[in-house]
Every structure is written in structure tokens, then in C-alpha cells.
């Protein structure tokens, strides 16, 4: 059974740092890796994924890796800003067609300015 | 408009009550789901459905049912709701055939159970 975590659970950090969020999962056999933002008492907002064949991704002041050998996907947001304030959820998509995700619990991200 | 919608948003029942949660995609997708959040566990699937004939048990199925009247609608029903299934309920879809397979979710349903 897949097994995802998320160091740290939570983190605060003042405006302007860049910083990592870490997701671990235990088995490597994953089609993709998905990163989520979810505001309070919201819905998830896809943010990036990476299929299984690819390293990393981009957008904006995000990029996300990935390493299937190691189990580990990383997030790393670059000039934080307190609009960043959220928590952000890693999901590890299943091998083949019943694809299914396994979801982290999260890590709660509090951006002071 | 949103291209996945839940009603109703928030719900107040009692326990022993039945209650069925509504969600309907634009998206054309075959794919949808049903999680609950509950704080400090994360998401947990209870149902997921990979076409009208097609309905799969999640992880927490227990104590739910679940219709899929349409490509577009997946119902979530609770036969005799408790207080334990206080929890915010989310309905997301997804296409494998798509270039990507990215889960798109709902703004989620707040149940509390008295």
C-alpha cells in the first residue's frame, strides 16, 4: 500500500525567503506526482504535476522535482510572499489504468510579511 | 462557471438521518471521486468511478453509497448518517486520456453530524 508523507507538517516563514516542502512516498511505481494548494475551508488547486518519465516542473516561482528511485518529491517556492499562505498536499498517482492517488497530509505554510 | 460544482455546500443533520451530497462536472471527464478530509488525516477516498458501469470501493467506503446517474453527476449518499462522518467531503474528476492526468476538485461539502 502506498504510503505518502509530508515534512514539515507545518512551517512559518517571513516574506521573501525561498523554501522546500518535502513528500515522500514508499512505493516508486507511480504514473505521476501532483502538488496541490488548498486555502481554509477550500478545494485543492492543482499546482504541478510530473509524470513518472519526468524530473521536474515549472511555473511561475514554483518548481517541483521529482525522484522515483529515492521516493521523493520536492516544491520549492522561490520569493515567498504572504499570498502564499496555504497548506499544500503532494498526491501520488498510481501505475497504469486504475490509477489512483495517495495524498499526503499535508504541509500548512504561513508566509508573514 | 465552475467546472466542478457540490451541493449542498454546508449541511447541519442529525444522527440516523440519510443524506446525499450532489456533485456534477463540465469537464467532460469520465472520472470521479469521492474524499473526505478530515483535520490532521489528509484526504481519503471513499468511492471512485471510472465511467457510468463503473464503481469502485476507496479505502473508507463503509457506512456510503454512491450513484452515478451520468457522465457528469456522482452522487454520495449516507444511509444513517454519525457523528463520526462530520468531515468535509470533496467530489474531483480526472481523464487518463488526456495528455495530463490532473485531478480537478470541487469547493467540497462541510457535513457535521449531531
Known amino acids: 500500500k502506498q504510503e505518502v508523507t509530508q515534512i514539515p507538517a507545518a512551517l512559518s516563514v517571513p516574506e521573501g525567503e525561498n523554501l522546500v516542502l518535502n513528500c515522500s512516498f514508499t512505493d516508486s511505481a507511480i504514473y505521476n506526482l501532483q502538488w496541490f494548494r488548498q486555502d481554509p475551508g477550500k478545494g485543492l488547486t492543482s499546482l504541478l504535476l510530473?509524470?513518472?518519465?519526468?524530473r521536474e516542473q515549472t511555473s511561475g516561482r514554483l518548481n517541483a522535482s521529482l525522484d522515483k528511485s529515492s521516493g521523493r518529491s520536492t516544491l520549492y517556492i522561490a520569493a515567498s510572499q504572504p499570498g502564499d499562505s496555504a497548506t499544500y498536499l503532494c498526491a501520488a498517482g498510481g501505475r497504469g489504468g486504475s490509477y489512483i492517488p495517495t495524498f499526503g497530509r499535508g504541509t500548512s505554510l504561513i508566509v508573514h510579511p | 462557471d465552475a467546472d466542478v460544482t457540490q451541493t449542498p455546500r454546508n449541511r447541519i443533520t442529525k444522527t440516523g438521518k440519510r443524506i446525499m451530497l450532489e456533485c456534477s462536472q463540465t469537464?467532460?471527464?469520465?472520472?470521479m471521486y469521492w474524499y473526505r478530509q478530515d483535520p490532521g488525516l489528509g484526504l481519503r477516498l471513499i468511492y471512485y468511478s471510472f465511467d457510468v458501469k463503473d464503481i469502485n470501493k476507496g479505502e473508507i467506503s463503509d457506512g456510503y453509497s454512491v450513484s452515478r446517474q451520468a457522465q457528469a453527476k456522482f452522487s454520495l449518499s449516507l444511509e444513517s448518517a454519525i457523528p463520526n462522518q462530520t468531515a468535509l467531503y470533496f467530489c474531483a474528476t480526472s481523464d487518463l486520456q488526456g495528455p495530463t492526468d490532473t485531478q480537478y476538485f470541487g469547493p467540497g461539502t462541510r457535513l457535521t453530524v449531531l
Open positions: 510530473i509524470q513518472s518519465s519526468q
Open positions: 469537464k467532460g471527464h469520465d472520472r
